[in-house]
Structure formats: C-alpha cells, structure tokens
C-alpha cells in the first residue's frame, strides 16, 4: 500500500498536464511511495490523451475518466473511491497549488493524527490571483468561517492532505470540496491548517466565475448548516468486551 494517493480532477487542462505530474514527481520520488491518479471530468481538449500518453512511461499514474462533466467534487469523489492509500492529497489542476508543499501537508497530518487531527489545509497566504478572486474568495471564506466556525482560514484551497477513512464517513454532495473542513469537524475530527506557496496560472484559462459560485456558494451552506443540525454525536459509556464486534 502505498503511503499517499494524490488525486487531481481535471477539466480541460492539457497545457498544465506534462508539467503539473513532472513537478510531482520532483517533489515526491524517493521522499514518499505514492500513486498519481488523475481523474478527467470529460475534457472536450487533449487532456485524456495526454494523460494516457503519460501513464505509458510511469507506472504510478492512474487515469479515470468521466464521459461527462460531473464537478470538481464528484471527480474528486470517484479518484478517492479509487485510492490504495489510507492518507488523500488533493491538488488542483491548474499548475497554481504547488506540489513541493505535499510533503510538509503530509508530514502535518502524521504528527498531529495521534490528537485526532484527520485534515491539513493549505493556506495561500499570498495569493497570486485576480483582484476580484481574492477578494470574493476572502469574503465567502469569511461568510463560512462564520457561519460554519470550520477552524480554516483558507477552505478553498485545493491543496489538502487528508484521512481516508474520515472523507469517506461523511455525507457525499455535489460542492463538498468547498465545505470539506467543516464537514470533517461535524464528523468528529479536527482540523488545521499549514501555509503554502501560491502561483499565479501560466498556462490555460480560468474557468471562475464570481456570481454563479455566490449564489451556489449561498444555498450550499444552508445545506451544510442543515446537516450539521441533524448530526449527533452520542456519548458511549459502555462497551462490550466481546471481541467478536
């Protein structure tokens, strides 16, 4: 098994591909035994033939493709029902998260795992985006931080490394990337966040759009804030001893 699977949904992302895994690669090749497996949320470009171009000469690359769009969450959704290892990381893309960060993430999350840390957030501290993205990315991560209290300054960032097991026990919906901190933490885990180097996009375009994600980004958390009012967390006081169970 190995000690992490990186999963990267991508859309329409042939320019970033062959850089995007060889700076991976730098980053991770003898430092953790890991798997890439990248997930096309049907691409109308190259993206899948670059990829089954690439998976030709590096084994560790596993390629999973959507025959249509289903959003970043569901693709991140079907990478991870896939993943051999018991520690997630996510990564957009867009060549903009850096993968030197990956293992410091890691590394975070296997200190702290001990303390019931189940979740490490990249924070961009310095972003390297529009004026418009940073500020409505500062005002919807202000607008959930208050009204989710999740513990993470920065809950869009697509770089996280995190348990398995604690995603996989919470309630899949369509967005659940945006509200992943806050919905491990109604789960029972805790979260913490780590700073990491943001880029500004070399290569593609963005597909970011301000007032479509406002008001899905509205509704969504009423969403989150109903879930996490029909979750209990009972106090067990007695435990068999029937090792059977």
């Known amino acids: 098994m190995p000690d992490l699977s990186v999963v990267i949904p991508v859309q329409n992302e042939e320019e970033n591909i062959r850089l995007l895994i060889e700076e991976i690669r730098q980053s991770l090749d003898g430092v953790l035994d890991y798997e890439l497996i990248y997930v096309n949320d049907g691409s109308s470009d190259a993206t899948l033939q670059i990829l089954e171009e690439y998976r030709a000469g590096f084994p560790l690359l596993y390629v999973i493709s959507h025959e249509m769009g289903a959003g970043q969450s569901t693709a991140l959704r079907t990478g991870i029902n896939q993943a051999k290892s018991s520690v997630i990381a996510t ?5 903009q998260n850096d993968p030197a960060d990956i293992p410091a993430l890691y590394q975070a999350l296997e200190k702290h795992a001990d303390s019931g840390v189940v979740l490490v957030n990249g924070y961009r501290k310095k972003r390297k985006d529009t004026y418009i993205k940073r500020v409505s990315s500062r005002l919807a991560n202000g607008i959930r931080g208050w009204l989710l209290n999740d513990d993470t300054p920065d809950t869009g960032c697509g770089l996280k490394v995190f348990s398995r097991e604690a995603y996989l026990a919470i309630p899949f919906f369509d967005h659940l990337h945006r509200f992943l901190p806050a919905m491990m933490i109604n789960g029972g885990g805790k979260v ?3 700073e990491v180097n943001h880029r500004e996009r070399q290569l593609g375009s963005s597909h970011y759009g301000f007032f ?3 008001w899905v ?3 969504d958390i009423m969403g989150v804030i109903w879930l996490k ?3 209990t967390h009972p106090v067990v006081i007695k435990d068999s001893d029937d090792d059977t169970h």
């Open 91 to 95: 990564l957009d893309g867009d060549g």
């Open 192 to 194: 913490m966040s780590v």
């Open 212 to 214: 479509d994600r406002l």
């Open 217 to 219: 980004g509205i509704f």
């Open 229 to 231: 009012s029909r979750t």
